[in-house]
């Protein structure tokens, strides 16, 4: 079975120009989450969807990240202007449902580095 | 708010040792707990869990109890291996109108053969 897809991999990019990382949850869960990893700062819940909707984007840094989920099987991660501080690897997870007990399931991540 | 602190690393051990990491998390209510395992280069995976008071969690001889009275989800292995080296982390997760699972910082194992 597939797992969480994400893309690209690793992305190298020169401080403000614009970032888009993809992610592709398994098929039927309905729970998608962003993630953010560094070594500072551990791993930080960026934003998550239930059923394509946003439902709290408190953890998003600022206005220079966006994200969306146009529908049940792709969201994009979007920072513009992308600065050095934003270097991380980020993850997309996918879950079914919002109950409590469940297990997330993570992609292997796109490792970012600004210049 | 909700949080969760784990020790700190490394930890370094000889392979067949006894692992412990410990864990305690701050939340209302009756939060379910997890240990996930982070492989380099891979993204975390679910170890073991237990969605309420007294469960024992258990996986690939890793185990660990929800203490309800210490807050405590601390994860132990009576024999580690040299494959089990990785980062550890602890979470927690509830449904409070919404859906969050807040991890701890994570701990490095090193198993030495």
């Known amino acids: 079975d597939a797992g969480v897809i994400q893309s690209p991999r690793h992305e190298v990019t020169e401080m403000g120009q614009e970032v888009t990382l993809r992610c592709k949850p398994i098929?039927?869960?309905?729970?998608l989450f962003w993630y953010r990893q560094t070594m500072m700062r551990g791993l930080e819940l960026l934003i998550y969807?239930?059923?394509?909707?946003?439902?709290?984007d408190s953890g998003m840094p600022e206005d220079r990240f966006s994200a969306k989920m146009p529908n049940a099987s792709f969201s994009t991660l979007k920072i513009q202007p992308s600065e050095p501080r934003d270097s991380a690897v980020y993850f997309c997870a996918s879950t079914v449902g919002l109950a409590g007990s469940g297990e997330l399931f993570f992609g292997e991540g796109s490792r970012l580095t600004v210049l | 708010g909700d949080s969760v602190t784990q020790m700190e690393g490394p930890v370094t051990l000889s392979e067949e040792a006894f692992l412990t990491i410990n864990c305690t998390y701050t939340?209302?209510?009756?939060?379910?707990l997890f240990w996930y395992v982070q492989y380099p280069g891979e993204g975390l995976q679910l170890l073991l869990k237990a969605t309420k008071a007294d469960d024992k969690g258990s996986n690939k001889g890793f185990e660990a109890t929800y203490r309800k009275e210490t807050t405590s989800f601390h994860l132990e292995k009576g024999s580690v291996q040299v494959s089990d080296s990785a980062v550890y982390f602890c979470a927690l997760s509830r449904n409070t109108g919404g859906f969050k699972t807040i991890f701890g910082a994570g701990t490095r194992l090193f198993v030495k053969a």
């Open positions: 969807f239930n059923n394509n909707v946003p439902i709290d």
């Open positions: 098929s039927g869960h309905n729970s």
């Open positions: 939340a209302t209510g009756y939060p379910s």
